[in-house]
């Protein structure tokens, strides 16, 4: 059976396990964080970062993009790569977009508010906190500009635009914050349905059921 490789907390392993789940794909997890990787890694990735993913033949595939695209060609129903020129440049933009500048900045949240306390028992650094989030209105305003009405982020269908915002949104749940509906109204509507859709809420539930931790805010909430 293939493997994954990377824990699930990470928006680029979660990215690819939405991916895997709308496929229907079978897969093992192989749990491991970015900042214990085993000896060896480099001969998954060269550069030592998560996902990889090993092929039922050992070729191992690393970068989410990349495996995204990959599982497209080799199982390519649902497609999640668009087809359509214009859309597939949208899409990919967006991916860029999720993956670099939100992902990003969600992270600096999610670590601080989660990651720090639980795991190294180290305080939240608020004033990095609140940096963070002075960031995220520009972008969600973005977001919440391009979905408008629609369901999604291009097209009528799913695509990895779609998974690649869903994937870090995730984490800023774990943090206990919420999209901001008076501000972003679109964005907050499609983020929770989004959230919601059954792959990614089974992704989401198992989360939780697996580390519990969370920040305060969010557990009280759970």
Known sequence: MPTLHGTHLSPYVRKVRIALAEKGIPYELNPIVHFDLPDGFEKLHPLRKIPVWTTDEGENIPDSSVIVAYLDKVNPKPRLVPEDPIHFARAAFLEEFADDALSATIA???????????????????????????????????????????????????????????????????????????????????????????????????????????????????
């Open 108 to 222: 600096t949240v999610f670590l601080q508010k989660v990651a720090y306390p639980l795991v190294l028992g180290q305080p939240t650094n608020e004033k990095v906190v609140g940096k963070a989030l002075e960031r995220l209105p520009g972008l969600f305003g973005h977001l919440d500009e391009t979905i408008g009405k629609r369901d999604f982020m291009v097209g009528d269908s799913l695509t990895i635009a779609d998974i690649a915002i869903a994937s870090p949104l995730i984490n800023y749940r774990h943090t206990g914050l919420e999209v901001d509906g008076d501000a972003h109204p679109n964005f907050k509507r499609y983020a929770d349905a989004i959230i919601n859709r059954p792959t990614i809420a089974e992704i989401f539930a198992e989360e939780v059921s697996i580390y519990g931790g969370l920040s305060p805010e969010a557990a009280a909430r759970a």
